[in-house]
């Protein structure tokens, strides 16, 4: 059974950075095929794309946070990195790890494509 296990989550001021990290275990598909990413939700607001990224390394990030976001892994480690600077209220929100087999459609836009999902995470940014 696939397990996702965020942690990292925190509360940081306005302006600064935080590194969130999802360990994933049991999965059965081959570990050189998949497309893994991060989510998040606001309360009151549907759940966002935040940024993926392919077994051979292929990034993409939602419009919200390019330019301030780094999603990365670590395949020896099987963890998934989310490198968050400049952080702003507005990415106060819970945070999600989220895994599948399929890459076809490996972007952050593709949040229902995803079958495997963490418990989340939150993460608070006060101005």
């Known amino acids: 059974q696939v397990q996702l296990t965020e942690s990292g989550g925190d509360s940081v001021q306005a302006g600064g950075s935080l590194t969130l990290s999802c360990t994933h275990s049991?999965?059965?598909?081959?570990?050189?095929?998949?497309?893994m990413g991060w989510f998040r939700q606001a309360p009151g607001k549907e759940r966002e794309g935040v940024g993926t990224i392919v077994h051979v390394g292929n990034t993409a990030y939602g419009d919200s946070v390019k330019g301030r976001f780094t999603i990365s892994q670590d395949i020896t480690k099987k963890t998934l990195y989310l490198q968050m600077n400049n952080l702003a209220p507005d990415d106060t929100a819970i945070y999600y790890c989220?895994?599948?087999?399929?890459?076809?459609?490996?972007?952050?836009?593709?949040?229902?494509?995803?079958?495997?999902w963490g418990q989340g995470i939150q993460v608070t940014v006060s101005s």
């Open positions: 049991g999965y059965t598909f081959s570990p050189y095929s998949y497309c």
């Open positions: 989220a895994a599948d087999e399929r890459i076809g459609d490996c972007h952050p836009r593709s949040r229902r494509m995803f079958t495997y």
